[in-house]
């Protein structure tokens, strides 16, 4: 498929005293507070980071937050894109068989890439650059598809080269890290890409930033923390957006102090000669990955285990996929099916507000 939908999960929120309205998702009403209106009130803030769209909306009596999270955002991408050649990552990338010492939130976001890798048995792979770069995504994305007839070029040879078991002589297992010094270490060759973990991770200190507030929710593309009851006792109102449709949305859930985050075959999508490719590279053969799960979201404790576990989903396969969240302790998942349905883990029924797998309009 050529679509380029893109999964998202977007909010709108009603309260007496003002409006904040995110695009795209439900109407949410907070309840009357005996604190002085002037004082509680919600704040909203839109801005664009790690090459994505970020909205923040709390309620609070406090100062307002909003700017402090737009400012971990950007600190966060000049830490963590590739697309950056002067950022922490890409001098890391740089640095072969020698110690190199990080600043403590890199090296966090790296052991945390590194404990998912483990846990998903390779299945989230952080080293798998060179694998993206030979998808021909080795730029931002709006620089790939500028055109709509643009096509990436490369040999033939390597368009028609048939999947095979990826094998390397090192990887994610080969990396070294000295918690106690702030010291990483890696072979020549190994080079990292942080792009999802590091947007879940950092929305994930933004919800901190923001806990001493009232109800928030801070939404990075799609992946997202929401904290309270914004006039449901069951919490946010979320809509997923059908993957072949950004129009119309296939399931609504109630969040409440919980992460959630999609990924889709779906969202970034583009021509390599004869071949569509997307950025969801299977590690098991090094190429875009051949499934027939077109979206998995997973709802979890923490926006980063969303992330790692939406994705290790979907490179399984819709059943596969289903199963592997539903044994995991804390994780509740929805996967859309290449041939149009919605499936759900058993636990996500008390979070499942409604289902529409051909799609509805908001």
């Excluded at 209106?37 to 803030?45: C, E, G, I, T």
């Excluded at 890409?90 to 939130?105: K, T, W």
């Excluded at 970034?268 to 051949?290: K, M």
Aim: charged share 25%; hydrophobic share 45%.
């Amino acid at each position: 498929m050529t679509s380029t939908a893109i999964m998202k999960s977007t909010v709108t929120m009603t309260n007496p005293a003002s409006t904040v309205m995110i695009p795209g998702i439900a109407r949410m009403s907070h309840a009357a507070t005996t604190a002085p209106l002037n004082r509680w009130q919600w704040r909203r803030h839109d801005f664009r980071a790690m090459n994505t769209s970020v909205e923040v909306a709390h309620y609070g009596d406090g100062d307002d937050q909003t700017a402090a999270v737009e400012r971990l955002f950007h600190q966060a991408e000049q830490r963590m894109s590739r697309f950056l050649p002067d950022s922490e990552l890409s001098r890391f990338n740089r640095v072969d068989d020698a110690p190199c010492a990080l600043s403590p939130e890199f090296f966090a976001v790296v052991e945390t890439a590194l404990w998912a890798a483990r846990k998903t048995d390779g299945l989230y792979d952080p080293t798998l650059l060179a694998e993206l770069e030979h998808a021909g995504y080795d730029r931002s994305f709006e620089c790939i598809v500028a055109r709509d007839d643009f096509q990436w070029r490369v040999p033939e040879s390597a368009v028609d080269a048939p999947q095979v078991t990826r094998r390397r002589m090192a990887g994610y297992a080969d990396i070294r890290l000295d918690r106690a010094t702030g010291v990483a270490a890696k072979p020549a060759g190994v080079r990292l890409d942080l792009g999802g973990i590091g947007k879940g991770w950092t929305v994930d200190r933004a919800a901190e930033l923001l806990l001493r507030e009232g109800a928030f929710l801070v939404n990075a593309g799609g992946d997202l923390y929401a904290h309270g009851q914004p006039g449901d006792p069951r919490g946010w109102a979320v809509t997923i957006e059908h993957p072949l449709d950004r129009t119309l949305w296939i399931a609504r859930l109630l969040l409440d102090h919980a992460g959630l985050a999609t990924s889709t075959t779906m969202k970034r999508r583009w021509r390599q000669g004869a071949r569509t490719q997307h950025h969801l590279i299977d590690p098991r053969s090094g190429r875009p990955a051949d499934t027939d799960a077109l979206s998995v979201t997973v709802i979890a404790q923490r926006t980063v285990l969303a992330e790692v576990f939406a994705k290790a989903a979907l490179l399984l396969g819709a059943e596969a996929g289903l199963d592997y969240l539903a044994q995991m302790a804390g994780i509740e998942g929805l996967v859309y099916t290449a041939d149009g349905r919605v499936l759900t883990t058993p636990g996500l029924a008390t979070r499942l507000d409604a289902v529409e797998a051909a799609g509805a309009s908001s």
